[in-house]
């Protein structure tokens, strides 16, 4: 059903909320909260952490005039609970003093302690006498252009009545569970009537998407055919003379690795597999071996990269190791005719190593021969989407790569039509990386160590979490980052990199960091993955307790990829002692699966399988919050539906969209 079906939404507003990936109502009851404002509980001043947020009943006792001359208009109330003075202040918003007056009030927003100074930032507020709007569990949702965050409520509420909400789960499951509805559960998600419905709600709807996920994995791993095509000849002793090349001794990893990748290029089934190793185990050279494997024996391989900057350094390491072959590069960036001259190559059998971005999944690419493929961070690549490179060939045997460590048992999980090989440990010349969280006092003396080290010859990055400003100003941006520090560091010169800019902007920034034209990079997190500058010693993290603790160990494995020792400083906006403990954990250790496990535990899998840690596959639930046992259930109920053969042509057609769903590439 479009969206321009329902009453509260015009022309203007649909394109709002396509902005946000909201296509029709469907999309748009799926369109979950990004969080909840918790107004059942008053807090006290006193007990506050800097950043927290937080409800507070308090008195206005008087407001300081409006400051017009700034370049952001401040009005300041000064405030006191219980006898604690504290002051509250807006930025840009002057008719706010209009509406204050001494009194009583109830106060919600951004709390900023600085040195025992208390601030509370942007604050929502009411006479504590009329508290109708301050109060309950109130959804919160992402915005665009011109939406509020009561069209968007209004809109949701309306769109709930018109769509079939039943679940897809056989009813002959779902009443030996005696699972709660769905429709319930969507609307609770949406206007929740206690944090404990909410709860239960996100985990209901999880179940039930989980279940579909699974489902439709099920249905790929069952449509296959893995009947052995290609006929290998490469001997043992052959691979083991082309590892040498590399000029460093595998692991034990490493070596068990190339092993199952042998023998199963000599099983009478196709090879489909799932390498997952942390930062820096080695990956990469395992991968060259099954595609050394693929050539000796007669076959082209391919070599599947989200990036262009990732696809660039994997096509220079493949020159480097196999000058024997010809080797060849597509990706978008590319002119039409250099696209057509190396398609033309392609397609007379010349290369023999395709290496490229998702542009050699294009219909007129073709591969003759193909026998090799390997798909890099398969993270960023629907399920579907790195099968439709298999498809150009019958029986391709095809390693998938993911440096973002996965627990086993859901690995397990959610690459079910996979085998899967872990590499545990790192090559010996890998140095541990220092990380420390560094407090306010000592920033200036960090910035001294980094202008020291670029003098020295090293070079830096510095990722924070946000493109644009705010007016709350309580995080950083990477603009406002990349201004400040160009001022705080004028002998220093900065590269700025964004998810905003152009492919080919980026790419060509990137050269520039790698090629030692600039000294640091101000970034955001599209330096995550894959990008290899071991001449770069430093990874500084602004509002660390902001990212998730996987995300910040691939943050931090960008750094230590040379011989030189390397550093990474974590810098807390939030002195919580959840921050604290969390931050503790990335300073304890360098196991990424430790890491893995830590986030799972105090984040739970809504936070663990975002959209930037599992691609598309679970985008719809990416807001959600609920235990990792839910993802077990859901395992659970759909065993038992493919298992009972319910002929369920609903759950059918779920799993079959959900697989759709899936060829989408998340880029950055």
Known sequence: MKLSALRSIGEKR?????????????????????????LTKRVSVKTLYHNDMALIACEVTRLAPVNYGSRRKIVKAFCAQDGFPFTAIWFNQPYVAQKLK??????????????????????TFEPLDKNDRLKGIVPVYSLKGGLSQKVVRDAIREGLQKVDLSSVIPWQILKKY?????????????????????????????????????????????????????????????????????????TDGQKRAVNEIFENVYAPTRMNRLLQGDVGSGKTAVALCGIFMAVKSGFTAAYLSPTEVLASQNYALL????????????????????????????????????????????????????????????????????????EK???????VMSATPIPRTLSLIFYGDLDITTIPDKPKERQEIATSIIPESKYDDMLEYVRGQTQAGKQAYFVCSKIEDDEEGSVMSVTELYEELKGRLPTVRFGLLHGRMKDKEKTQVMTAFKQ???????????????????????MIIYNAERFGLSQLHQLRGRVGRGAEKSYCFLLMGSDSET?????????????????????????????????????????????????????????????????????????????IKKYESLKDVVMN
């Open 14 to 38: 649909e394109k709002d909320f396509n902005k946000l990936g909201v296509y029709d109502v469907e999309d748009l009851v799926r369109f979950y909260p990004r969080a909840y404002l918790d």
């Open 102 to 123: 001494a009194g009583e009030y109830l106060f919600y927003g951004r709390v900023q302690n600085k040195f025992g100074q208390v601030t509370i930032v942007n604050p």
């Open 178 to 250: 005696d699972l709660s509805p769905l429709d319930r559960a969507f609307f609770e998600v949406h206007n929740p009537q206690s944090a404990k419905s909410k709860d239960h709600a996100s985990e209901r709807i999880a179940l039930e998407e989980f279940f579909t996920l699974i489902s439709a994995f099920k249905l790929i791993k069952g449509g296959k055919e893995d009947v052995r095509v290609h006929n290998y000849t490469v001997s043992a002793s052959e691979v083991k003379a082309f590892a040498g090349r590399f000029g460093f001794a595998f």
């Open 319 to 390: 020159k480097k190791y196999f000058p024997e072959y010809e080797i060849g590069y597509l990706a978008g960036g590319m002119t039409a005719k250099e696209k057509r001259e190396l398609k033309a190559r392609l397609k007379t059998g010349e290369i023999r190593i395709l290496c490229g971005t998702h542009a050699i999944l294009q219909d007129d690419v073709e591969i003759p021969s193909l026998g090799f493929i390997v798909c890099d961070e398969q993270h960023r690549f629907g399920v579907a989407q790195r099968n439709a490179l298999s």
């Open 393 to 399: 060939s019958i029986g391709a045997d095809t390693l």
């Open 516 to 538: 030692g034209e600039y000294d640091c990079l101000v970034s955001t997190t599209v330096i995550e993955v894959g990008v290899d500058v071991p001449n770069a010693t430093i």
């Open 579 to 655: 921050a604290r403990e969390r931050l503790a954990t990335m300073k304890q250790t360098s196991d990424g699966f430790a890491i893995a496990e830590k986030d799972l535990e105090m984040r739970g899998s809504g936070d663990f399988f975002g959209t930037r840690q599992s691609g598309k596959t679970l985008t719809d639930i990416k807001n959600l919050r609920y235990s990792t046992q839910v993802i077990f259930a859901a395992k659970k109920l759909a065993d038992e539906a493919f298992e009972g053969r319910f002929d369920d042509e609903r759950l059918r057609t779920a799993a």
